[in-house]
């Protein structure tokens, strides 16, 4: 099986966040909790669907990671744009994605 991570965009600001080991929605992908089995990826799933409910966040997804080194890459290229933020000059405080992190 493939490793897995909860994703969503915070419902306040639309930002793109991820479950952590606390239950708590973070900014950093690699502070994600990694879900390595049929059974964790049930618990995500059901834990979105209740952050979803209460509204905390919208575009609840369960993505594919792979771990490199000790960092999470996702594997969709999405995904990686979506860790890195975006690939080009966006607002201030939001620099490109590193394109070696987003290249597939």
Known sequence: MVDK???ANRLTDGIAVWLDANGAWVTGLQDALVARHAEA???LEAIGKKSYADNL???VAV???QET???LWPLRLRERIRA???TMEYAP???PADPAFIAV
């Open 5 to 7: 991570v909860l994703t």
């Open 93 to 95: 405080g939001y620099k």
């Open 57 to 59: 966040v919208v575009d």
């Open 63 to 65: 993505v594919d990671v």
């Open 69 to 71: 080194d000790g960092v």
């Open 41 to 43: 990826v049930t618990a």
């Open 84 to 86: 890195q933020g975006p």
